[in-house]
């Protein structure tokens, strides 16, 4: 079945840092994969996207490019805010269920 | 368009009493889901339907669990009778199908604000 890995958390850092999140995944097929923000006492929204291999979803400066070579997701940002701080969410869909990983909690102190 | 109405936004409720979820998808999405999520077990998906028939409910974890959908715009998740484990956030989540032909373009969930129970 299809299953999706991602790093434990927490993850801290100080605003302006780099950020990298990674996530890999199983899947048979051509899922598209998301990654999804969630904000304290909030449902989960989506960040961004991906639908196929090679594409880049970006939004709100967090990328994530689609390698089906190396079957990741990895969530990157290059200066990281105090408003960033939430639980991140890798997800792909392959068919009509979704499937999550554990999610990972940011920190981040100014 | 509103997004996902979920409500109560929060339910404190004693062992045993039933307990009631609601949830209003957006207009013109035709799947619909519920999650439950826990800090032990984060997000589970419990049950899910289609143009308002359940298609997956193996995740509903036991009989006490019930979820109908009797129209395109409203569907409800119950517990009865609710015990103290049951205690989490429970989102619902809607979308609309996957374009058809195009291999790998399935469509992002859209979830609601979340029913945080509490049972005492």
């Known amino acids: 079945g299809n299953s999706v890995t991602q790093m434990e958390g927490p993850v801290t850092l100080s605003e302006e840092a780099f950020l990298t999140i990674n996530c890999t995944y199983t899947?048979?097929?051509?899922?598209?994969l998301f990654w999804y923000v969630q904000y304290p006492g909030e449902g989960l929204q989506l960040l961004l996207k991906?639908?196929?291999?090679?594409d880049k979803g970006s939004n709100k400066g967090f990328e994530a490019t689609y390698r089906k070579e190396t079957t990741s997701f990895h969530l990157e940002k290059g200066s990281v805010q105090v408003s960033d701080s939430a639980v991140y969410f890798c997800?792909?869909?392959?068919?009509?269920?979704?499937?999550f990983g554990r999610g990972t909690s940011l920190i981040v102190h100014p | 368009d509103a997004g996902v109405i979920q409500s109560p936004r929060h339910e404190v409720t004693e062992m045993g009493q039933e307990v009631t979820l609601r949830c209003k998808p957006i207009?013109?999405?035709?799947?619909l889901f519920w999650y439950r999520q826990t800090m032990m077990r984060g997000l589970e998906l419990l049950i899910y339907?289609?143009?308002?028939?359940?298609?997956?409910d193996s995740g509903m974890p036991e009989d006490r669990f019930s979820a109908k959908m009797p129209n395109a715009s409203f569907s409800t998740l119950k517990i009865q009778p609710s015990e103290p484990r049951d205690s989490a956030v429970y989102f619902c989540?809607?979308?609309?199908?996957?374009?058809?032909?195009?291999?790998?373009?399935?469509?992002?969930?859209?979830f609601g604000p979340g029913t945080r129970l509490t049972v005492l």
């Open positions: 997800a792909l869909r392959g068919s009509y269920i979704p499937t």
């Open positions: 207009s013109g999405h035709d799947y």
């Open positions: 899947a048979t097929g051509y899922p598209s």
């Open positions: 991906a639908t196929k291999a090679d």
């Open positions: 339907f289609n143009n308002n028939v359940p298609i997956d």
């Open positions: 989540a809607s979308s609309i199908v996957a374009i058809p032909g195009l291999a790998g373009e399935y469509n992002e969930q859209f």
